[in-house]
């Protein structure tokens, strides 16, 4: 039986046009790109002509991007890297209470340094309250840190009003206070030009886009200052130490361009499916959406189902080899309750029976309706022998 893949908000596949890109730097392009030889020189264009690739779709210069390991470490050198670099000029950060873990967990290591954190709550739906960012700003805020789209419940904050709250704020008052976003699973969905969302600083990753994992990029406006987190033959500007690796980061542009040029048809295609997934799971009894009913990714669909565990239901998923989560894929093996539910009012017990789907290039009308046949009945199984009576 062919796999139904529905967990693509955790990592996607190679593209093979990405794959065919990427390949002559596995093998015979190998050089190290700061080389001075032509070996090196040709790893080294191939970078640089990537980074100017990136930069076109984010609409911005090729030095604002420096290129990571990962979606994680961008967020933590945006987080760390302006808390370490700022803090002569305060000490105060700002983030919401739904922040993916590499924000959340990088916050909460400098508030245990002596930073203060201010964790914004969120509404039903999941969006930020935007009167509590106002009155949480002060003079000593050096950053402000709010995802785009939310990785669990696909929720997208108005990024843009955001930025224009925070940019207000600094030429007010005179404090650091800049906006960076974890715009990991925005990518290939939503407008990712910097100027128009206003952000100092955006995070991207080569895993949610069809690219290879293991890289990333952060944006960073010129004027921005940061610390490094990672140190060594001064590599990324002085930013990331370490040899670049030439095939990851030309994989990751190539799947940048192709997920930005196709990204309208696309997500119109995906929210034609997601509708009509969410549509026919809420018909299961004791059932209800977690996120914003519209303000939402096009390929995400969140649902708690009563009287069921999350963890049971996605085992017994994958044995009709369907392919789903309990939530985030970052903290999946957890057992406690996700701080994002539980950051919208869910319950614990209700955050526990969490449910996530997320579409992708290859799921099909007929995929779904295949789930759509096993999941009712997969319910039925689990709450006949469960414990939850909820």
Do not use: W
């Not at 967990?105 to 509590?132: C, H, M, R, T, W």
């Amino acid at each position: 039986m062919k796999r139904t893949y529905l967990d693509y908000a955790a990592t996607t596949y190679i593209d093979p046009k990405v794959l065919k890109k990427m390949k002559p730097y596995l093998a015979d392009k190998f050089g190290n790109p700061s080389s001075l030889h032509a070996a090196g020189r040709e790893a080294r264009f191939a970078i640089e002509q990537a980074r100017i690739d990136v930069a076109k779709v984010l609409g911005c210069e090729g030095k604002e991007i420096i290129f990571t390991g990962s979606g994680t470490e961008s967020c933590n050198l945006a987080v760390f890297g302006i808390a370490n670099f700022y803090k002569d000029k305060g000490n105060h950060i700002i983030i919401s209470k739904i922040e993916h873990p590499a924000v959340l967990e990088a916050a909460k290591k400098l508030e245990n340094q002596g930073f203060e954190v201010s964790y914004l709550n969120v509404d039903a739906n999941g969006l930020v309250d935007i009167n509590e960012l106002k009155e949480a700003l002060k003079k000593d805020t050096i950053l402000v840190s709010i995802i785009y789209a939310n990785n669990e419940i696909g929720t997208i904050q108005p990024i843009a009003e955001i930025s224009e709250i925070v940019k207000n704020f600094r030429q007010k008052s005179g404090a650091v206070s800049l906006f960076h976003t974890d715009a990991c699973q925005a990518a290939g969905a939503l407008d990712l030009d910097v100027k128009k969302l206003g952000v100092d600083l955006m995070t991207l990753n080569g895993s949610k886009i069809y690219g290879p994992k293991g890289v990333g990029c952060l944006y960073i406006s010129k004027g921005v200052n940061l610390e490094p987190v990672i140190v060594g033959g001064g590599q990324e500007s002085g930013l990331r130490g370490g040899t670049e690796n030439a095939a990851l980061i030309v994989g990751f542009a190539e799947a940048l361009k192709m997920a930005d040029k196709i990204k309208i048809s696309e997500s119109k295609r995906l929210a034609g499916l997601r509708d009509y997934l969410i549509k026919n799971i809420l018909k299961i009894t004791r059932s209800r959406l977690n996120g914003h009913p519209e303000k939402r990714l096009s390929n995400n669909i969140n649902v708690s189902i009563k009287g069921v565990e999350g963890e049971a239901l996605a085992l017994m998923l994958d044995k009709y080899r369907i392919c789903a989560s309990t939530g985030s894929a970052c903290s999946s093996r957890k057992l406690a309750p996700s701080h994002v539910l539980l950051a919208i009012g869910i319950t614990p017990e209700l955050a526990h029976s969490s449910l996530r789907l997320t579409l992708g290039r290859k799921t099909t009308k007929k995929e779904i309706n295949y789930v759509l046949k096993v999941l009712p009945e997969v319910v039925e199984k689990l709450r006949e022998i469960s414990s939850i009576k909820i």
